[in-house]
């Protein structure tokens, strides 16, 4: 039997016990924007006090040390990108160990490694199946790098820290306020353990930003009132059914266009957006107001637009649009206006009220002064040099705020709703199925979600009908 192709307020929000979970995620101190009473000239007031902002040492390579042994679970694009990017942090730095559900993504993996950097995976460090995670954590590893479909993220990310492995784990690291709660608690596990969890939000690993953010946390746009963020893009790729693929393969391999594996694009690609207007206003939203829908997509059960309305705390609004359509204008940047002036990260500027430029970000400058301007790289840089210096960093905390941001925007596109943060920090909404095999799915629920409800047609009255008849 085929399932409604729509859902109400109350199928979402089933609320728990558990309230303000994750209330205080991320914020940058009290997270309030400051004023002068002074008269006369205005001066630069400070939005919030850089001491409690974390604000990463972007050097070019990880300090040396003794060997740091890495695995992989996840061994996809993303997932053997980030293991090259790790080689690439600093000296003395090993893949040891690879876990994916698909053998042949992890031959995929095993020869970029080794035409590129001549590292060589054992067969007996390769591991397959759901529970591949476990081998690799138990392989000697010191860390791991976590790349799996997103909805995993909090099960391997538990695991590893029981296992006391440091992290580095791709964004989104929850697609669900279930997964979100699962990954607060994980992380304060690993705090108390002293281990270093680093997340894929790389723009807070990219100097441009990081500049820019000093920039405007210094006063120089003054006080924030607004904020625009966008992923508009071309569709992404998409994987057509083999004959000998079962249901549940068929999804995992085309998981990008599933929003049980990856939380729909607004909450797997557009968090990034997301985590950068929070990052830089200091604030969590309260409430979302949205629309989105599916136009072109070939498959899956994801929308491939969406547009939403985020209150964020202080009445500060911050519209979110993001598209992935072939032919339409493309547009991936950020745009945060103040009461002095904008920054655009497009042209990573800040301009007056009048439009004149008054900072600009010197990327040739960077280039001639650092040898390592990749962000995806320096964010490893970065984990490496907190482990090898025994110091703490978490992103695990700031990044679910992101993540559960971009799920809250997506359950009021799909609900018509408005949608409060109380109401996901509260919400029992979890995509994970309750069996994990490779075999026959019931794949009658994953359709396309349908906002608010149908116009009924009107019915004349019997009066009237009685008229009719007479006449």
């Not at 070019?60 to 740091?68: E, F, H, I």
């Not at 996840?74 to 090993?94: E, I, V």
């Not at 993996?109 to 067969?123: I, M, N, Q, S, T």
Request: overall charge positive.
């Amino acid at each position: 039997m085929t399932k409604k192709n729509s859902l109400s307020r109350r199928d979402f929000f089933t609320t728990t016990a558990v309230v303000g979970a994750v209330g205080a995620v991320g914020t940058l101190g009290a997270g309030s924007i400051l004023t002068s009473c002074s008269e006369g000239a205005p001066k630069l007031v400070p939005i919030v006090s850089l001491q409690g902002a974390y604000i990463p040492n972007l050097v070019d390579k990880a300090t040396d040390g003794k060997p740091l042994k890495a695995g992989v679970i996840g061994c996809g694009g993303r997932g053997s990108g980030a293991a090259q990017n790790f080689l690439d942090a600093g000296p003395n730095l090993q893949i040891v160990a690879l876990g994916d559900l698909f053998q042949d993504r992890i031959d995929d993996c095993r020869k970029g490694l080794k035409d590129k950097y001549k590292v060589e995976v054992p067969d007996n460090m390769c591991f397959t199946g759901f529970d591949n995670y476990k081998k690799v954590l138990a392989a000697g590893v010191d860390l791991v790098i976590i790349a799996t479909p997103p909805v995993f993220r909090p099960i391997h990310f538990e695991a590893a820290v029981e296992a006391g492995k440091h992290v580095f784990m791709e964004k989104p690291i929850c697609v669900d306020p279930v997964g979100a709660r699962s990954i607060l608690a994980t992380s304060k596990k690993a705090v108390a353990q002293g281990l270093c969890v680093v997340t894929g939000t790389q723009r807070r690993h990219q100097r441009s930003y990081v500049e820019s953010f000093k920039q405007i946390q210094s006063g120089i746009i003054g006080e924030i009132v607004s904020a625009n963020v966008y992923w508009n893009q071309s569709m992404l790729w998409y994987r057509e059914r083999k004959a000998e693929w079962s249901d549940m393969e068929f999804m995992v391999r085309d998981w990008v266009n599933w929003k049980w594996l990856s939380g729909d694009h607004i909450v797997e690609q557009h968090v990034h957006n997301l985590d950068v207007a929070t990052w830089f206003l200091g604030r969590k939203p309260v409430k979302a107001v949205g629309f989105g829908a599916k136009q072109r997509r070939l498959s899956g059960d994801q929308y491939d637009m969406f547009s939403i309305d985020f209150e964020y705390e202080g009445g500060i609004h911050v519209h979110s649009m993001c598209r992935q359509i072939d032919g339409c204008v493309n547009n991936v940047s950020e745009r945060i206006q103040g009461t002095k002036g904008a920054w655009n990260s497009a042209k990573m500027e800040i301009t007056d009220l009048a439009g004149t430029v008054i900072w600009k970000f010197d990327a040739e400058k960077e280039k001639a002064e650092f040898k390592q301007t990749n962000p995806y790289v320096l964010e490893h840089v970065d984990l490496v040099n907190h482990i090898r210096a025994n110091t703490p960093i978490n992103q695990a905390d700031e990044t679910a705020q992101s993540c559960l941001t971009a799920v809250m925007g997506r359950q009021s596109a799909y609900t018509g709703a408005a949608v409060t943060w109380e109401e996901m920090t509260n919400s029992t909404l979890t995509y994970l199925p309750e069996k994990l095999e490779i075999g026959k799915m019931d794949m009658s629920g994953y359709v396309i979600q349908v906002p608010g409800k149908a116009k009924e047609a009107k019915k004349e009255e019997p009066k009237k009908e009685a008229a009719k008849k007479k006449a």
